[in-house]
């Protein structure tokens, strides 16, 4: 499969998905080779959450060291790439896991665009009350749990029902729609991604390699063990290469 270069990584091209995404049709056709990227992101979602999820891993498929350190896998392209997904979603969900690795701030920064609101899948209220995803800039902020424990002004906890501590991924879905929530972007890490890929929830998956090898340490995804090839899943798939070092795999993971 040949990588498709992308030419308008730069220019004004982005400002016009944007524009796009706000409802101006025309503006489509004028965001040139970023359209193949990012125009798939912006399927109609009026019955049902359209649901990206993204990785960004090493060449042997590893998101960090063992000992955890993930910054930055990706280079500056691989890190614009994970801000603009940011900026198309309304709301961007991690693990608490991640929240409590690498304490990111979740927001938009690195490209043009609004940053969505925050979710926290924290079910046992491990997350603390001075994380930088939990900050007031203005944006919503949702911890779903499986208690209703009261949290800081202007943070929304949302308990749901769970098995055991484990929420449905579905549940989670279903109640970020009931929110308003339309284009949601499953940030990661591994644990909170794989229960959607494995529960088939997963639109658009987006695995952004960088030319590295890590050799041990997390994976990306670990799904439920298959015994044979022809249960693997088999995404329709797009590779793009963007500036810099990394390719970008856009897996269809649609029926
Ligand atoms: N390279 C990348 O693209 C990328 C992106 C994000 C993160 N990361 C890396 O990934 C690592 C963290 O990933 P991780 O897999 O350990 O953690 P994670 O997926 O961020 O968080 C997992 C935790 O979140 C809670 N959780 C998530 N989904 C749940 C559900 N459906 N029901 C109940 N609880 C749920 C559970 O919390 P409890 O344990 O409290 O039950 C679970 O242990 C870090 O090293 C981070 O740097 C990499």
């Not at 990588?3 to 995404?21: K, T």
């Not at 308003?180 to 794989?194: A, W």
């Not at 639109?203 to 044979?228: E, K, Y």
């Not at 797009?238 to 856009?250: A, E, K, M």
Request: hydrophobic letters at 45%.
């Amino acid at each position: 499969m040949d990588a498709a270069e992308v030419s308008d990584w730069e220019g004004p091209a982005w400002s016009q998905v944007l524009a796009a995404a706000a409802g101006d049709n025309a503006a489509a056709g004028r965001a040139g080779a970023l359209w193949a990227i990012y125009g798939p992101l912006l399927a109609p979602c009026e019955d049902r959450p359209f649901v990206i999820g993204q990785i960004g891993q090493s060449l042997d498929g590893r998101v960090a060291t063992a000992s955890g350190h993930s910054h930055d896998i990706n280079g500056p392209c691989g890190l614009t790439h994970l801000h603009r997904l940011r900026a198309l979603a309304d709301a961007v969900v991690v693990g608490v896991g991640t929240a409590l690795a690498d304490d990111p701030q979740l927001n938009v920064r690195h490209t043009g665009g609004e940053s969505p609101a925050r979710v926290v899948i924290d079910p046992r209220g491990r997350l603390p009350a001075d994380a930088k995803c939990l900050r007031d800039d203005g944006v919503r902020r949702l911890v779903l749990r499986c208690t209703d424990t009261p949290m800081a002004r202007g943070i929304e906890s949302v308990a749901l029902p769970h098995d055991d501590g484990v929420i449905a991924p579905e549940t989670v879905l279903d109640a970020l729609y009931a929110r308003g929530f339309r284009r949601i972007l499953i940030e990661g890490g591994p644990q909170t991604l794989s229960r959607f890929v494995a529960g088939g929830l997963i639109d658009r998956l987006h695995i952004i390699i960088a030319p590295m090898i890590i050799g041990a340490g997390p994976t990306g995804l670990q799904l439920p063990p298959i015994l044979r090839l022809d249960a693997a899943i088999r995404p329709r798939m797009r590779v793009f290469r963007l500036p810099g070092d990394d390719i970008l795999c856009d897996c269809d993971l649609r029926p």
